[in-house]
């Protein structure tokens, strides 16, 4: 059974900084790309940041420059390294493992306000 364990998320400060993790298990990790999405009250799911499997990024362009993806195989692991953080920022962030129809983790909130 594929899944998907985000973690990470939290109360932040304007300008702060966090870094979120996903963990996959039950599947093969290195070959497939990975995402982070986002999605705010009230809004639709966006994607943030995607990175392939040989670890090229992309990035939203609301979140380039402050954000960072990146993967590490050996841990089955994605991380999204954020910065600059704005209220804007605030939502449940999503990791995705794209392999086949996709499979999704439950997501981490991440809260930016004073």
């Known amino acids: 059974q594929v899944q998907l364990v985000e973690s990470g998320g939290g109360l932040v400060q304007p300008g702060g900084s966090l870094r979120l993790s996903c963990a996959v298990s039950?599947?093969?990790?290195?070959?497939?790309?990975m995402d982070w999405y986002r999605q705010a009250p009230g809004k639709e799911r966006e994607l943030v940041a995607h990175?392939?499997?040989?670890?090229?990024?992309n990035y939203a362009d609301s979140v380039k420059g402050r954000f960072t993806i990146s993967r590490e195989n050996a841990k089955r692991t994605v991380y999204l390294q954020m910065s600059s953080l704005k209220p804007e920022d605030t939502a449940v962030y999503y990791c995705?493992?794209?392999?086949?129809?996709?499979?999704w983790g439950k997501g981490t909130l991440v809260t930016v306000s004073s």
């Open positions: 995705k493992l794209n392999r086949n129809i996709g499979y």
């Open positions: 990175i392939t499997s040989t670890g090229s990024p």
């Open positions: 039950g599947s093969i990790f290195s070959i497939y790309a």
